[in-house]
């Protein structure tokens, strides 16, 4: 089992900056692939961006490139996602999520994560 916890979500005028943390437990961090997915009202839960084991490897949805940065401290057991020049169309909930070994080599949809947080809202106000 694994249990994530997102926090850090909030409200924010557009160009300006959050950060989410996704604090895991029950198995060794290190051992999961992570991703952060979103999901705004009447919309299905998308893709954000996704993270190695190590961190030497991350991918970003088109949407956020450049704007988001995704990263993880294994030593914290946590994932974060630095989040620069919202949008009003970033606001959604924005949900933690974990990939079991042994690892398929896919992360863009919701089936290929195992584990999800609860989600944390945010909302960027133009």
């Known amino acids: 089992q694994v249990q994530l916890v997102e926090s850090g979500g909030g409200l924010v005028q557009a160009g300006g900056s959050l950060r989410l943390s996704c604090a895991a437990s029950?198995?060794?961090?290190?051992?999961?692939?992570m991703g952060w997915f979103r999901q705004a009202p009447g919309k299905e839960r998308e893709f954000v961006a996704a993270?190695?084991?190590?961190?030497?490897?991350?991918v970003y949805a088109d949407a956020v490139k450049g704007r988001f940065t995704i990263s993880r401290d294994n030593a914290k057991n946590t994932m974060y996602l630095q989040m620069s020049s919202l949008k009003p169309e970033d606001t959604a909930v924005y949900y933690c999520?974990?990939?079991?070994?042994?690892?398929?080599?896919?992360?863009?949809?919701?089936?290929?994560?195992?584990?999800w947080g609860q989600g944390t809202q945010v909302t960027v106000s133009s």
């Open positions: 993270i190695s084991r190590d961190g030497s490897y991350t």
């Open positions: 029950g198995r060794i961090f290190s051992s999961l692939v």
């Open positions: 999520a974990a990939v079991l070994p042994p690892y398929s080599g896919r992360y863009f949809n919701t089936t290929d994560y195992d584990y």
